[in-house]
């Protein structure tokens, strides 16, 4: 079954919510495609904390605090919106570092455990200092890139 806004049934005939947002997204002409550019440009401009169209504009204004528009072309984020992308991200990436990396401690020097707790708390939260906000602009980049606003539905 099939459902339309509001989670009721969707009747005969009638669009539902996702063939009207893919609707709207065929529309979108190649110009505007074009306009966004390449979508590894916009993540990667996105990690370095800048603007997805223009690279130069700040993307954050605060540690996870996007800015409503980019100060060098004007272009909006207000509309955008991570949520959970961006820690998901995090942890995928964070966690994929210091694993390994406490193995190899583990392996050479064999600390105790009161050493590996204090070691990599300090380096996790090092880390997650350093990763978050990238994560974070990364993931306004990829959102940006494909005309996202963050409140798309699975169907």
């Given at each position: 079954m099939t459902f339309y806004r509001n989670d009721r049934p969707a009747r005969e005939g009638e669009r539902t919510s996702w063939e009207d947002e893919w609707a709207a997204h065929k529309a979108m002409d190649a110009a505007e495609r074009r306009k966004r550019g390449p979508i590894l440009r916009c993540m990667a401009r996105g990690l370095r904390l800048r603007c997805p169209r223009c690279g130069e504009g700040r993307v954050l204004q605060r540690f996870l605090e996007p800015t409503t528009a980019c100060a060098a072309c004007g272009e909006s984020y207000a509309h955008i919106r991570t949520d959970?992308?961006?820690?998901?991200?995090?942890?995928?990436?964070?966690?994929?570092?210091?694993?390994?990396?406490?193995?190899?401690?583990?392996?050479?020097?064999?600390?105790?455990?009161?050493?590996?707790?204090?070691?990599?708390?300090?380096?996790?939260?090092?880390?997650?200092?350093?990763?978050?906000?990238?994560?974070?602009?990364?993931?306004?980049?990829?959102?940006?890139?494909?005309?996202?606003?963050?409140?798309?539905?699975?169907?």
């Open positions: 959970d992308f961006a820690p998901w991200l995090g942890i995928l990436v964070i966690g994929h570092v210091l694993v390994p990396l406490a193995i190899l401690v583990e392996t050479w020097f064999h600390p105790s455990v009161l050493i590996h707790a204090a070691l990599w708390a300090v380096v996790g939260m090092e880390l997650v200092f350093f990763f978050l906000p990238r994560a974070k602009g990364m993931a306004l980049g990829l959102m940006w890139s494909l005309n996202m606003r963050g409140d798309e539905h699975q169907h």
